[in-house]
């Protein structure tokens, strides 16, 4: 191309024989007017370098140049996007699993270890602890909307979500950093793998205890089905960890949070706390109807007026 | 042979017929690859905006917070499926991103049935027999969407993990059906 030449059109390359040369004007001519943006951008850019140039012929070459530096940069931040989409990859040998296993890691979750004397093998899988993470949102979903719980300050949805992923995420890197501390074997991704499918018991007292309202039902799911879980936790935590006093450490914090997870989710999110809500709702308010029917009446008076001492105390 | 650049305008009458055709393709799932081979997101985004419009104006007695608002039903439609796409690539499928978003998105037509055909139930009254006919009637609308996007998505999982791909699924349409079924209107 002659120099400064994107106002030539080159007669020599037209074939007139070629039944598109009028798509090919069109195409030259929209070439043309792209190029002449960019080099009107590229001269807006560099006008305060153009005023010792002062050359339109190399003020185009200039323009053109930094028009090429301009696209190389792009492209260069695209791609970089882009890899970082790619790094989706790195994930997938966490979620190299069969049905199978996942199976048989539901089912082991609840089964206490006995051997604590070697460290007890924990798969770093991140697909069955994902989905039991997702099955607890739903199914706290379906407790919330049946006890009619009324959330003032944002959405139900985004309490369920917000509740569980972070309790899981949470609650793992707390005990990573303590077992950090306590000088036991494991990693992050083992924590994250350990406690999510101890939330397998949590699923299913919840999901039975949501539907059949007998208090007594769920203090006996959340000490025999809860229980069996933190046991499995604490006994391959135990066995990864040396001293008796970084044990109990960190084998106490696990058992007392994920116990008192179960005890809040079930009382969070159950008809009790609508009669709270109410009562501090103010003296306006009619007094709280409907009394859950497995709550001694006296319990819940109780409640309501420890509620109302709370409130006037605040 | 260097084509004109032609403009055109954003969404054309053939456009129409494409996502329409792939609405019939969503009641009548059969082994079709017109949804996949040819993506297109118009629908799914037609199917959302109804679905969270027909969900507002839900609450129970309190003012500011009853039912899901529209950014929340939004968000939840796209995050879920997102979720399901990359948990579905994770596990080794062949099928692209935005045909796994196209195939879900167009999936929620039967569950946007359910919504309208909810609504005008509640119209009527919202006793305990407009409360079974709603749970029947969402429940096989859930049924129904969960096995179209099961028919088109497993196919492209290797075949001894389609039980890991299709139960994301049907948690997926679990909680948009939740979403419909306890809709009850001010």
């Known amino acids: 191309m002659q120099g400064g030449g994107s106002a030539v059109i080159d007669m020599e390359n037209m074939d007139d024989t070629s039944g598109s040369s009028f798509e090919d004007m069109g195409e030259m001519h929209q070439r043309m007017k792209e190029e002449e943006e960019e080099e009107g951008e590229a001269g807006a850019a560099e006008e305060e370098d153009g005023e010792f ?25 695209a791609s970089k996007a882009f890899s970082l989409y790619a790094n989706i990859d790195i994930l997938r040998p966490y979620f190299d699993v069969e049905p199978v296993q996942v199976r048989a890691r539901l089912l082991e979750s609840m089964i206490p270890v006995k051997m604590i004397s070697f460290p007890q093998k924990i798969a770093g899988e991140l697909y069955g602890p994902l989905m039991l993470v997702f099955t607890l949102v739903a199914i706290l979903l379906h407790g919330m909307k049946t006890s009619d719980t009324i959330i003032r300050e944002g959405t139900l949805m985004g309490t369920a979500i917000g509740t569980c992923f972070g309790y899981w995420l949470g609650v793992s890197s707390f005990i ?20 999510g499918y101890g939330l397998f018991g949590h699923c299913i007292t919840l999901f039975v205890t949501y539907n059949i309202h007998f208090h007594s039902l769920f203090y006996i799911f959340w000490l025999v089905v809860g229980g069996l879980s933190t046991l499995r936790m604490v006994a391959v935590l135990v066995s990864r960890t040396v001293g008796h006093t970084q044990r109990l450490i960190l084998c106490g914090t696990l058992a007392a949070l994920h116990m008192l997870f179960l005890l809040y989710l079930h009382f969070a999110y159950h008809k009790v706390v609508e009669g709270i809500l109410d009562t501090l709702e103010g003296p306006n308010m009619p ?13 819940n008076a109780i409640l309501n007026t420890t509620a109302k001492a709370v409130a006037l105390t605040l | ?33 017109a949804l996949l081979r040819d993506w297109d997101l118009w629908g799914p985004l037609v199917l959302c905006v109804s679905l969270a419009l027909m969900l507002q104006g839900g609450s129970a007695d309190s003012k500011e917070d009853g039912g899901p608002q529209f950014a929340e039903v939004f968000v939840i439609i796209w995050f879920g499926a997102v979720v399901i796409t ?6 080794g499928g062949t099928i692209s991103f935005f045909q796994s978003l196209c195939v879900l998105g167009y999936c929620v037509l039967p569950l946007t049935v359910a919504m309208l055909v909810c609504r005008l139930v509640l119209l009527a ?18 049924g129904w969407s969960t096995l179209a996007s099961t028919a088109f998505l497993a196919d492209s999982q290797p075949p ?3 039980a890991l791909v299709v139960y994301p699924i049907f948690l997926f349409y679990f909680v948009i059906s939740w979403m419909i079924l306890t809709f009850t209107p001010q």
């Not at chain 2, 009254?125 to 859930?142: C, E, H, K, P, Y």
């Open chain 1, 176 to 195: 990573y950093f303590l077992a950090y501390l306590c000088n036991a074997q494991i990693t992050m991704v083992q924590m994250l793998s350990l406690l």
């Open chain 1, 53 to 77: 140039l002062g050359v339109k012929g190399l003020r185009g070459q200039l323009g053109r140049q930094v028009a090429d530096q301009v696209w190389q940069v792009g492209k260069r931040q």
């Open chain 2, 86 to 91: 990359l948990n579905s690539k994770l596990l």
């Open chain 2, 1 to 33: 042979m260097k084509r004109q650049i032609k403009v055109t305008s954003l969404f054309q009458m053939r456009d129409l017929k494409a996502v329409g055709k792939k609405f019939v393709h969503v009641m009548y799932p059969k082994k079709s690859s």
């Open chain 1, 287 to 299: 007094p709280f109807q409907r009394v859950a029917r497995d709550i001694p009446v006296v319990s």
């Open chain 2, 125 to 142: 009254g919202s006793g305990t027999i407009s409360f079974i006919v709603r749970l029947i009637v969402v429940m096989a609308m859930f």
């Open chain 2, 160 to 162: 001894n993990r389609k």
